[in-house]
């Protein structure tokens, strides 16, 4: 099973909306093992959206770790798949930084945005309905993740001034890089 390649911003990629997914044969089987296995063998991974990999059609799918049963280091039969994943239910507001394995320079910021808990409907890879409630850090991955198959990127729901002083450092590292 192959490892996908995470898009680091400001890979326009990362600006796609995934395509639904209507059909849960053995093609999706395979995406979402070889999610499962990019996100076991990504350090600090948390969570991954296949709109931040470099799929040629992404779609509505995601792999995050259950921190509801090990608030530290889940074990990788704590992933959870979710597919056409929808909030509906949103409640409270989270002052908790986030950051993104797309989003390089060790950024970190808080979305004042993100809801405390929130319970969100989706499709298991079998296409079985189900409903999944987070709180916390739980519901920050989960608003993070179906940010991400909206082509969203935490940091699109930052002021613009923050978010020119965050693109005025990514783009001096990546001079650094280059030069
Ligand atoms: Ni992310």
Same mark, same amino acid.
């Given at each position: 099973m192959p490892i996908v390649p995470i898009l680091q911003y400001p890979d326009a990629r990362l600006g796609k909306t995934g395509e639904y997914v209507t059909d849960f044969g053995e093609?999706?089987?395979?995406?979402v093992d070889d999610m499962l296995e990019t996100l076991h063998n990504t350090e600090n991974c948390a969570g991954l959206a296949a709109t931040q990999l470099a799929f040629e059609h992404p779609k509505k799918i995601t792999v995050l770790y259950d921190?509801?049963?090990?608030?530290?280091?889940?074990?990788?039969? &704590?992933?959870?798949?979710?597919?056409? $994943?929808?909030? @509906?239910?949103? =409640? *409270?507001q989270l002052e908790e930084p986030e950051g993104c394995m797309s989003v390089p320079g060790g950024v970190y910021e808080v979305?004042?945005?993100?809801?405390?808990?929130?319970?969100?409907? &989706?499709?298991?890879?079998?296409?079985? $309905?189900?409903? @999944?409630?987070? =709180? *916390?850090?739980?519901?920050?991955?989960?608003?993070?993740e179906i940010d991400h198959l909206?082509?969203?990127?935490?940091i699109d729901r930052l002021s613009r001034l923050k978010r020119q002083r965050i693109d005025k450092k990514l783009?001096?590292?990546?001079?650094?890089?280059?030069d």
């Open positions: 093609e999706l089987q395979k995406v921190y509801r049963l090990a608030q530290r280091d889940p074990p990788k039969d &704590a992933a959870l798949c979710l597919i056409n $994943p929808e909030v @509906i239910f949103s =409640e *409270g979305i004042t945005t993100r809801a405390y808990k929130v319970i969100v409907k &989706a499709f298991d890879r079998e296409g079985k $309905p189900f409903e @999944i409630e987070g =709180e *916390g850090y739980m519901a920050k991955l989960l608003q993070h909206n082509g969203i990127i935490f783009s001096k590292l990546k001079k650094w890089a280059d």
